[in-house]
T-cell receptor, first 111, second 111 residues
């Protein structure tokens, strides 16, 4: 079956630090991969996506590259801000309707 | 602007009562979903629907019911059979392979 494994949190960083959240997946075929972000008390927002191997998704300074050889889609940001404090979810879609989500990683950025 | 609207934002339920959470989308998406999120946990799928008048159980359907009489609407009823209904409920919609658009959520509390 399809599954997503995210690095466990919580992650606490200082402002301007480098952020990496690891995500690996198990799926048949060539799924689309996503990162979602959830700010406190809100729903999830799509942060970025990649639909095929070696694609790089990027948005708001965040990047993730679809690596089929390592079945990974790690999220990175070079310099985090306090406003990046949120829960981040990795997800995959095997090109049907359903998404499989990771458990989420809570990130706290301190000023 | 197209989007997905959940109401109410906060809902209080007495023991033994049924309550219905509303979810409406004007994105012309075929599929709609209900997820439950508990503090510090990921998303668990309750029900989903790919077309009007059809829906399937997710991983935690017991104590919940849904209907899909219109493409735009996918209400969730939390019945008295759900023993621990206090949670954050998220509705989402999608078209095939494109990821989800989420609503802003309904926080249900049993009083």
């Amino acid at each position: 079956g399809n599954s997503v494994t995210q690095m466990e949190g919580p992650v606490t960083l200082s402002e301007e630090a480098f952020l990496t959240i690891n995500c690996t997946y198990t799926a048949t075929g060539y799924p689309s991969l996503f990162w979602y972000v959830q700010y406190p008390g809100e729903g999830l927002q799509l942060l970025l996506k990649a639909t095929k191997a070696d694609d790089k998704g990027s948005n708001k300074g965040f990047e993730a590259t679809y690596r089929k050889e390592t079945t990974s889609f790690h999220l990175e940001k070079g310099s985090v801000q306090v406003s990046d404090s949120a829960v981040y979810f990795c997800a995959l879609s095997p090109n049907d309707y359903k998404l499989s989500f990771g458990a989420g990683t809570t990130v706290t950025v301190r000023a | 602007d197209g989007g997905i609207t959940q109401s109410p934002k906060y809902l209080f339920r007495k023991e033994g009562q049924n309550v219905t959470l509303s979810c409406e989308q004007n994105l012309n998406h075929d599929a709609m979903y209900w997820y439950r999120q508990d503090p510090g946990q990921g998303l668990r799928l309750i029900y989903y629907s790919q077309i009007v008048n059809d829906f399937q159980k997710g991983d935690i359907a017991e104590g919940y019911s849904v209907s899909r009489e219109k493409k735009e609407s996918f209400p969730l009823t939390v019945t008295s059979a759900q023993k621990n209904p206090t949670a954050f409920y998220l509705c989402a919609s999608s078209i095939q392979g494109s990821g989800y658009t989420f609503g802003s959520g309904t926080r249900l509390t049993v009083v």
